[in-house]
């Protein structure tokens, strides 16, 4: 203890440090633990049971909020990235020991939406007559459950993200360390709001609606897509043999 310190703060002071001493006096919060529901190891399993029944694509759909001027409520982004905040600060399905029976402790992650299938659901898109709801674009995970507050909105769009949503990222992350292509789709569901002068608001039984109208045109999307890279496959397989 300090000897400068005046007698009267003496032993608040020191009862103070006795008590940091004394850790089992001290709950340190860790980020991970204290997280309710269920761990993203868990959540994204299934992934992981595909790949060893022998699936080789892994196709993911979401609703989203866009923050692209060009994106509008009803319209389908081609996810060409993502950015997966939880990820970034920890909550990563691949903490933990490393199975490397499915993949590398430290995986790349450019490229880990499938080019080719990205180019052949926009070939699909202009011949079913819907390539004008169609765009490419960058989706961001966050924690949610809660919407953005404006100043969340405006920084997600400032750092280039096209459409945000609470999913997603983890079973994609998963798919491409043990070596799945993927392919995923974002419905735009609503605008997020990013002006203080905006009276909307974003609500879920608007984002199930949207959901709703949209649900036969993804579906046909995504049934021609997984026909046509059967095809792909099948001629695989003709060359292999
Ligand atoms: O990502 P999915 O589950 O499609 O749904 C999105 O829509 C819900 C909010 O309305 C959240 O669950 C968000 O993630």
């Not at 006795?18 to 190891?41: E, W």
């Not at 920084?155 to 392919?183: I, Y």
């Not at 609606?209 to 995504?222: A, M």
């Amino acid at each position: 203890m300090s000897p400068g310190l005046p007698p009267q703060w003496r032993s608040s002071a020191e009862s103070g440090l006795s008590m940091l001493a004394d850790t089992s006096s001290v709950r340190i919060p860790s980020l991970i633990s204290d997280i309710p529901g269920f761990p993203q190891a868990q959540t994204t399993f299934p992934v992981r049971v595909f790949k060893l029944l022998g699936v080789e694509t892994l196709i993911v759909t979401n609703a989203a909020g866009s923050l692209a001027d060009g994106l509008q409520p009803g319209d389908i982004m081609i996810i060409k990235d993502h950015v997966n905040f939880p990820g970034m600060v920890g909550l990563n399905p691949l903490c933990g020991p490393n199975d490397d029976k499915f993949g590398p402790r430290f995986p790349a992650m450019s490229g880990c939406y499938d080019k080719g299938l990205r180019c052949l659901a926009m070939e699909i898109a202009k011949e079913h007559g819907v390539a004008s709801l169609m765009q490419e674009g960058v989706y961001a995970m966050v924690g949610g459950p809660n919407f953005e507050t404006i100043a969340e909105a405006r920084l997600l769009h400032r750092l280039g993200v096209d459409a945000v949503g609470m999913s997603t990222a983890p079973e994609v992350v998963v798919a491409t360390h043990c070596g799945l292509r993927v392919f995923g789709l974002s419905l735009i569901t609503n605008k997020v709001v990013k002006s203080y002068e905006d009276k909307d608001s974003v609500n879920h039984e608007g984002v199930l609606e949207v959901g709703r109208l949209r649900s036969q045109t993804v579906q046909q999307l995504v049934t021609e897509l997984v026909s046509r890279m059967e095809i792909n496959n099948n001629n695989n397989t003709n060359n292999a043999v």
